[in-house]
């Protein structure tokens, strides 16, 4: 029997699944769904960590934009370090300004959040050499609230009192069967579900041997590596990007202080002389863009549908 400890994943789920989606890097050993006639379906099992880290997942966290350039960008969210965020920050003074209305049409994306874990691949067709191995797996919000939800109890009117299941365990676990249906803006996995709580299995639904359970717990990837460490970046790192990707377009002005530091105040449309041209064409390009969330940062269409994943 291989026991790992769960004690704690559910806190981190429901952490980030509150808390409130982002292109992270390339990673290296990725599944990457094939989608064949425009949808993907393939069976995956979720697994633990290695056991040399603390979390079965790592989460990244971005802002995109398009900028002047007319191509899709990324800037890290600070906020994920604990640090101002000047997009989080300049959306916040948006939103404490406008009706909610205008300050949906004049805000930033929102931080995309991508999270990363260990998968085990039970099922493939479109990709059968794929099957019985282990990546890592990145996915959005959608399926980490999958995940949550699954992992939470709750009371169906019909089925009465259902447990949550712990689908990163080997043993009482749940497949997930992902389902993609590529749309405008890459896959959309929302039709994603997860199954019955039942030991991890080859595809045909027998069960694998201990032997071959303490294989994969052997070989677990690393996640640590693949998680952007944006603890050295600044507010002004940020800020300098943005601007200098959106020429024209100043989020804040800078007031030198007393003791040497930077103060930042919010540059709004409509209020700030100097600036309403360039802020007015971005209200403009706002009303323009397509769907928020799904219109991820991307230099090429493959690199934009696969971080929609
Ligand atoms: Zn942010």
Known sequence: MIERNFDNYMNQIE??????????????????????????????????????????????????????????????????????????EWNKAVFDT???????????????????CNVYVVKNNAKPDTEGKIFRFKFGIQIAEKIFDKMSPKDDPDKGHIEGVQVFDYYKGANLIYKAKIGKYGPNPEASYFGDSKPISDKNNVPLSEAEIKRIDDSLLTLKECEK????????????????????????KRIPKEDGTMAYEPILPGISAGNTAATNAAVQSAVEEPEVDKAASAESTDEFLKDLL
């Open 15 to 88: 952490k980030v699944v509150k808390k409130g989606g982002g292109k992270s890097f390339g990673i290296d050993q990725e599944f990457v769904p094939v989608p064949v006639n425009g949808e993907i379906e393939v069976v995956l099992r979720l697994l633990p960590q290695p056991r040399t880290e603390e979390q079965p997942f790592v989460e990244n966290r971005t802002h995109s934009f398009q900028g002047s350039d007319g191509k899709w960008h990324v800037v890290d969210c600070l906020r994920k370090a604990g640090h101002r965020c000047p997009i989080c």
């Open 98 to 116: 406008f009706t909610s209305e205008d300050a949906k049409k004049i805000s930033k994306k929102k931080a995309k959040k991508t999270f990363i």
């Open 229 to 252: 460490d944006t603890s050295k970046v600044t507010f002004e790192d940020v800020l300098n990007t943005y601007e200098k990707l959106c020429e024209g377009e100043k989020l804040f």
